[in-house]
């Protein structure tokens, strides 16, 4: 079982939104402004989208965006494309230490 | 360009021992705190363990405590996963990821901003 708590799945329709979430606990993402989100394709290795809550890597769409309220993260996907499909994780600090997500598979409908 | 490169991966016995190495390039090596993540055969990413950018502090997840060892010789511009007392739940592909400056601080802080292509590692029982 996952330190951090995602949905399974998660679709929508070329160009709508969708927001996964991610919860915790006050030792992890309530606890910390360091929470981040990675993309990651079949076959592929982890990319990350979102780190520090909301904060974007150059080369980061700004389709991708995120945040965080209590023990609870987001992330929101706007105008969605096909090769947005992919499985997402969020990732916390949790002192000394990192925890994933279960991980979320997104499907463009 | 910030390229990480595993190897080492390779069926082993339960029981059995393994040494995992990340060969860094495209950065300052010695300026980043560097991690292990691995990913069991169609299962989610866990944290495995992490280094400081020096070297002289380590951690690891409860999983694999006691068992397995990281280190780092930044003249190499390598880290590596000293892995011991295999067992079969250790089945996964392990992935080493850049750091931030420090493995976590104020300034900034996230497990990887770069990763590699990732080294499987099967365990038989």
């Known amino acids: 079982q996952s330190a951090l708590t995602q949905p399974p799945s998660a679709s929508g329709s070329p160009g709508q939104s969708v927001t996964i979430s991610c919860t915790g606990t006050?030792?992890?993402?309530?606890?910390?402004?360091?929470v981040s989100w990675y993309q990651q394709h079949p076959g592929k290795a982890p990319k990350l989208i979102i780190y520090?809550?909301?904060k974007r890597p150059s080369g980061v769409p700004d389709r991708f965006s995120a945040s965080k309220s209590g023990n609870t993260a987001s992330l929101t996907v706007s105008g969605l494309q096909a090769e947005d499909e992919a499985d997402y994780y969020c990732?916390?600090?949790?002192?000394?230490?990192?925890?994933f997500g279960g991980g979320t598979k997104l499907t463009v409908l | 360009e910030v390229q990480l490169v595993e190897s080492g991966g390779g069926l082993v016995q339960s029981g059995g021992s393994l040494r995992l190495s990340c060969a860094a390039s495209?950065?300052?090596?010695?300026?980043?705190?560097m991690s292990w993540v691995r990913q069991a055969p169609g299962k989610g990413l866990e944290w495995v363990s992490g280094?400081?950018?020096?070297?002289?502090?380590?951690y690891y997840a409860d999983s694999v405590k006691g068992r397995f060892t990281i280190s780092r010789d930044n003249s190499k511009n390598t880290v590596y996963l000293q892995m011991n007392s295999l067992r079969a739940e250790d089945t996964a592909i392990y992935y080493c990821?850049?750091?931030?400056?420090?493995?976590?601080?104020?300034?900034?802080?996230?497990?990887?901003?770069?990763w590699g292509q990732g080294t499987l590692v099967p365990v038989s029982s």
């Open positions: 280094i400081s950018a020096s070297g002289d502090i380590t």
């Open positions: 495209g950065f300052i090596f010695r300026n980043y705190a």
């Open positions: 990821a850049k750091g931030a400056r420090a493995f976590c601080s104020s300034t900034s802080c996230y497990l990887g901003d770069y």
């Open positions: 006050s030792s992890d993402v309530g606890g910390y402004d360091y």
């Open positions: 990732n916390s600090y949790a002192g000394s230490k990192w925890v």
């Open positions: 520090e809550v909301s």
